[in-house]
Nanobody, 121 residues
């Protein structure tokens, strides 16, 4: 069993900031890529940012320069600092963690339940 839980979402005004956190737990033997995705009604889930085990980062063009992804592999945590928020950032944000478990030798992605971010104008 692998558990992925996001937190830190909420309601902010345009120009504000939020820091999202994601905690992974369970039968995890190693962690590869960790990332953040977001989804709005009527749209497919899109990648926001990802970070590799070697701390290489990738960002969607829409958030580059405003969002920062980081990780603490020892604590099995990944974070997303969101600055200069706009209403276009309103979405449910999901954490994705690619892991090996104690019972399966291949990497498999696991998803959190999502956390709502709402940016008011």
């Amino acid at each position: 069993q692998v558990y992925v839980v996001e937190s830190g979402g909420g309601l902010v005004q345009t120009g504000g900031s939020l820091r999202l956190s994601c905690a992974a737990s369970g039968s995890i033997s190693s962690i590869s890529v960790m990332g953040w995705y977001r989804q709005t009604p009527g749209n497919q889930r899109e990648v926001v940012a990802s970070i590799s085990g070697g701390d290489n980062t990738n960002y969607a063009d829409s958030v580059k320069g405003r969002f920062t992804i980081s990780r603490d592999t020892e604590k099995k945590m990944v974070y997303l600092l969101m600055n200069s928020l706009s209403p276009e950032d309103t979405a449910v944000y999901y954490c994705n963690v690619v892991v090996k478990t104690s019972y399966y030798s291949r990497y498999v992605p696991f998803w959190g339940q999502g956390t709502q971010v709402t940016v008011s104008s």
